[in-house]
């Protein structure tokens, strides 16, 4: 089955990119060298980037945010021209010197962006990035394999509102915030009691859960029948849903994480 993937949001809306944000160069205009998410960017759209410009376009890809970082930290930092990921990456990037400020001079079409999106608290004016996709961190379900509602995380974290064999996704931000969620704290707190609890949540459902996945690999997982349901990004559920339109997506009622991925050079 082809790769599921691409867009970490409900409807998919392209808010703005470097692909359109560079101006036109001449023929031979170089190299640039771009490291992003697995299956995140049509490669028709390379294409005819590199033909409009001259320039050409080196990709390389990642499954998780901590391969991404562990491969700047490593020194590629030094060899990317333009990196995707995460919006809670970028101050990280900064003060650690991986990523550079933008020169907003070259990136007139700024002045298109929604008002909401020009000062993110992950970037306040956008000093170092540029939102590229939104979207939200529910549940992923197929409905024929669940016993019963998928409406809240409990499904994950309470064995009494088990509804089927579930895989914990392997991405740390978005399943230690499930399970701050489901204790009633905030995503983002730092108190060491609540991250203490929502760890021991976690490994009692490690035990019950079939393992850990990466987002494409969770989906692939679930429409092949191996599990019923997972914590999913909301647009690589609307990719799958081509395939299989059993494939089920919610927010829980504790509330999702809404998240935005920038482009940072």
């Known amino acids: ?14 808010l703005l990119g470097w692909l359109w944000l560079r101006p ?27 033909a409009e410009t001259g320039a050409k376009v080196v990709l390389d890809t990642f499954e998780s945010p901590e391969a991404m970082l562990a491969k700047l930290k490593a020194g590629a930092d030094q060899e990317f021209s333009l990196v995707v990921a995460p919006d809670y990456y970028v101050l990280q ?40 996709l939104w979207g ?21 974290f309470a064995p009494e509102a088990q509804v089927g064999p579930f895989l914990l996704l392997d991405e740390m931000r978005e399943t230690i915030g499930a399970a701050l969620k489901y204790l009633g704290y905030s995503v983002n707190t730092t108190d060491p009691e609540a991250l203490a609890k929502a760890k021991e949540l976690l490994l009692a459902a490690k035990e019950r859960s079939v393992g850990f996945a990466g987002g494409l690999e969770a989906l692939n997982r679930i429409l092949a029948g191996d599990a019923a349901l997972s914590l999913a990004y909301s647009g690589d559920v609307l990719q799958a849903r081509e395939e299989d339109q059993r494939l089920r997506y919610t927010l829980a009622k504790e509330g999702g994480r809404s998240g935005r991925t920038p482009w940072w050079c």
Request: no cysteine; proline share 9%; hydrophobic share 45%.
């Open 1 to 14: 089955m082809r790769r599921i993937a691409v867009l970490l949001l409900l409807v998919a809306v392209v």
């Open 93 to 132: 990037m900064a003060r650690d010197g991986l990523i550079a400020p933008l020169d907003k001079g070259k990136l007139k079409n700024l002045a298109n962006l929604d008002p909401f999106f020009l000062d993110p608290p992950y970037d306040p004016g956008l000093q170092y990035s540029v939102p590229y």
């Open 24 to 50: 036109k160069a001449p023929s031979g205009a170089g190299t640039l060298y771009f490291l992003n998410w697995a299956d995140y960017i049509p490669e028709e759209l390379i294409q005819k980037f590199e």
């Open 136 to 156: 939200t961190t529910g549940i992923a379900y197929r409905e024929d394999l669940v016993t019963g509602p998928v409406d809240s995380y409990a499904v994950f």
